[in-house]
């Protein structure tokens, strides 16, 4: 394990020293089967424009298992491991950790010594996660200055509603499940996302639903009651203590997505409100300490799409327009562009967030959509819409996917979503353009999800020193 005492070349104390490093070669993408048939995957896609595979799959790793439901993974070690916390400076950034969401499995892999061919390395099975955690339903994984971070959606028992879900630390070295990171709680009873600040100490987290409220499909009753989380928590980091709770009000469901400025001395960032059950927006928040406090504010809306019933799924067809659905978000490492992605009407926004509190549109581009059906570039049909991103270290690609979760595709693409990969360029100004020599299908047996970047990506990495 200890290949080097030296750190990664790939982890940059800054945010600015990584937007200086080589463009990416490789992604690996996360793969799911939708009905179940086969195992999920993992692709890896030539993103290289000067290599004749561009925008091909170059090799596929098929795992041993079926129902997972691959979502989101991370890698093993990043940046933060530079910090003054830390005791790992001699990890590589050499494996990938993937959970299934719905199996509670997770799964290891080695992409070394060729990075385009990964193997199994490891697999936890979830017996090891339930008996040292009392968790289930991993969703998404960080690297940090204690291990590896993996945040649940569920707690103990059968449906996963015996206790709260929570976050639970894996050994970075053996892969070992250590066991639960919280040791005040306080009120936090749902959880989704989790960020953090590591000069200043302290953890973010979000909320989504218990696993009866998503793994059969949306509740739209419960939607409508505003059943689904609507809070943001604070965390003391080092600590394991809950500090604050930021509640946005009930209206605003499903909590989810955070982003974190990745400049240290910046104590704010950015949160993805799913919808407002009162009119069906979506909204994104900015989060930012204030004499000691942590406050929020609602800092930008994006409403819902007017069409008629014929064109939309039964879901919808009683409020007459698809909501945007925001799915994900991801800031660019200079803290000045936040792309949101829409998964219900088919459009990837781009804002100038340089003023956090007045975030500006600057750039959209459309694939998809419950109602439009936009096309791909090359005019080819797109399923879906966008939904996880994934922005390049120099800020000049954003890729994204088109699957957010098996049972809610069915519910707002009853027509599928075969998997598709698309990458957009970003003007020097802002401004997003689609690539249509990049358009990876991975085909109707797959749905496609996370996706990570050779080296590190934007998502990947926490930062531990301001720039110059």
Same mark, same amino acid.
């Given at each position: 394990?200890?290949?080097?005492?030296?750190?990664?070349?790939?982890?940059? #104390?800054?945010?600015?020293?990584?937007?200086?490093?080589?463009?990416?070669?490789?992604?690996?993408?996360?793969?799911?089967?939708?009905?179940?048939?086969?195992?999920?995957?993992?692709?890896?896609?030539?993103?290289?424009?000067?290599?004749?595979?561009?925008?091909?799959?170059? /090799?596929?790793?098929?795992?041993?298992?079926?129902?997972?439901?691959?979502?989101?993974?991370?890698?093993?070690?990043?940046?933060?491991?530079?910090?003054?916390?830390?005791?790992?400076?001699?990890?590589?950034?050499?494996?990938?950790?993937?959970?299934? %969401?719905?199996?509670?499995?997770?799964?290891v892999i080695d992409?070394?010594? &060729?990075?385009?061919?990964?193997?199994?390395?490891?697999?936890?099975?979830?017996?090891?996660?339930?008996?040292?955690?009392?968790?289930?339903?991993?969703?998404?994984?960080?690297?940090? #200055?204690?291990?590896?971070? +993996?945040?649940?959606?569920?707690?103990?028992?059968?449906?996963?509603?015996?206790?709260?879900?929570? %976050?639970?630390?894996?050994?970075?070295?053996?892969?070992?499940? %250590?066991?639960?990171?919280?040791?005040?709680?306080?009120?936090?009873?749902?959880?989704?996302?989790?960020? $953090?600040?590591?000069?200043?100490?302290?953890?973010? *987290?979000?909320? $989504?639903?218990?696993?009866?409220?998503? !793994? &059969?499909?949306?509740?739209? !009753?419960?939607?409508?009651?505003?059943?689904?989380?609507?809070?943001?928590?604070? $965390?003391?980091?080092?600590?394991?203590?809950?500090?604050?709770?930021?509640?946005?009000?009930?209206?605003?469901?499903?909590?989810?997505?955070?982003?974190?400025?990745?400049?240290?001395?910046?104590?704010?960032?950015?949160?993805?409100?799913?919808?407002?059950?009162?009119?069906?927006?979506?909204?994104?928040?900015?989060?930012?300490?204030?004499?000691?406090?942590?406050?929020?504010?609602?800092?930008?809306? %994006?409403?819902?799409?007017?069409?008629?019933?014929?064109?939309?799924?039964?879901?919808?067809?009683?409020?007459?327009?698809?909501?945007?659905?925001?799915?994900?978000?991801?800031?660019?490492?200079?803290?000045?562009?936040?792309?949101?992605?829409?998964?219900?009407?088919?459009?990837?926004?781009?804002?100038?967030? *340089?003023? #956090?509190?007045?975030?500006?549109?600057?750039?959209?581009?459309?694939?998809?959509?419950?109602?439009?059906?936009?096309?791909?570039?090359?005019?080819? #049909?797109?399923?879906?819409?966008?939904?996880?991103t994934e922005i390049?270290?120099?800020?000049?690609?954003?890729?994204?996917?088109?699957?957010? /979760?098996?049972?809610?595709?069915?519910?707002?693409?009853?027509?599928?979503?075969?998997?598709?990969?698309?990458?957009?360029? +970003?003007?020097?100004?802002?401004?997003?353009?689609?690539?249509?020599?990049?358009?990876?299908?991975?085909?109707?047996?797959?749905?496609?999800?996370?996706?990570?970047?050779?080296?590190?990506d934007c998502s990947?990495?926490?930062?531990?020193?301001?720039?110059?």
């Amino acid at each position: 394990m200890l290949e080097s005492l030296r750190p990664d070349p790939t982890f940059h #104390p800054s945010a600015k020293l990584a937007m200086e490093a080589p463009p990416e070669r490789l992604a690996y993408t996360a793969l799911l089967s939708p009905d179940g048939s086969r195992p999920d995957a993992l692709a890896v896609v030539d993103v290289d424009p000067a290599s004749e595979a561009y925008g091909k799959v170059l /090799y596929r790793l098929d795992m041993p298992y079926r129902g997972d439901e691959f979502h989101h993974f991370g890698w093993n070690a990043c940046s933060s491991a530079l910090s003054p916390m830390s005791g790992h400076s001699f990890l590589r950034r050499r494996y990938l950790i993937i959970p299934g %969401i719905r199996s509670s499995r997770i799964y290891v892999i080695d992409t070394q010594p &060729n990075p385009a061919r990964p193997t199994i390395h490891k697999v936890i099975e979830p017996e090891e996660v339930f008996k040292k955690t009392g968790y289930s339903r991993p969703h998404t994984v960080h690297c940090g #200055p204690e291990g590896i971070y +993996v945040s649940t959606l569920g707690g103990g028992g059968k449906d996963g509603t015996d206790g709260p879900p929570g %976050i639970f630390l894996m050994d970075c070295q053996t892969f070992d499940v %250590i066991g639960r990171w919280e040791i005040e709680r306080g009120p936090q009873k749902l959880h989704y996302d989790f960020w $953090w600040n590591l000069p200043r100490d302290y953890m973010v *987290s979000s909320e $989504w639903g218990l696993p009866p409220q998503f !793994e &059969n499909g949306l509740d739209a !009753e419960g939607l409508l009651a505003n059943k689904y989380g609507h809070a943001i928590h604070f $965390w003391n980091l080092r600590e394991r203590r809950h500090v604050q709770t930021l509640d946005l009000g009930a209206n605003h469901q499903m909590a989810l997505e955070l982003r974190p400025a990745h400049d240290p001395t910046k104590e704010y960032g950015f949160l993805g409100v799913v919808v407002d059950t009162t009119n069906l927006e979506g909204s994104i928040w900015t989060w930012y300490r204030e004499n000691g406090q942590f406050k929020i504010a609602k800092t930008a809306v %994006i409403p819902p799409e007017p069409a008629p019933a014929d064109q939309l799924p039964p879901l919808l067809q009683g409020f007459g327009a698809a909501p945007p659905l925001i799915s994900d978000i991801d800031l660019s490492l200079d803290d000045r562009f936040l792309y949101v992605a829409c998964w219900g009407t088919g459009e990837l926004r781009q804002y100038d967030v *340089s003023d #956090p509190l007045h975030p500006k549109l600057t750039g959209s581009v459309r694939a998809g959509g419950v109602a439009k059906h936009t096309p791909r570039a090359s005019g080819k #049909p797109f399923g879906g819409g966008p939904q996880m991103t994934e922005i390049s270290r120099d800020g000049k690609r954003v890729y994204f996917s088109n699957s957010l /979760y098996s049972s809610w595709d069915k519910q707002f693409y009853p027509e599928g979503v075969p998997g598709l990969q698309l990458m957009a360029h +970003v003007g020097p100004n802002g401004g997003l353009t689609l690539d249509p020599k990049f358009e990876v299908e991975f085909g109707a047996e797959y749905a496609s999800h996370q996706i990570r970047l050779e080296g590190g990506d934007c998502s990947t990495d926490s930062f531990c020193y301001p720039s110059a």
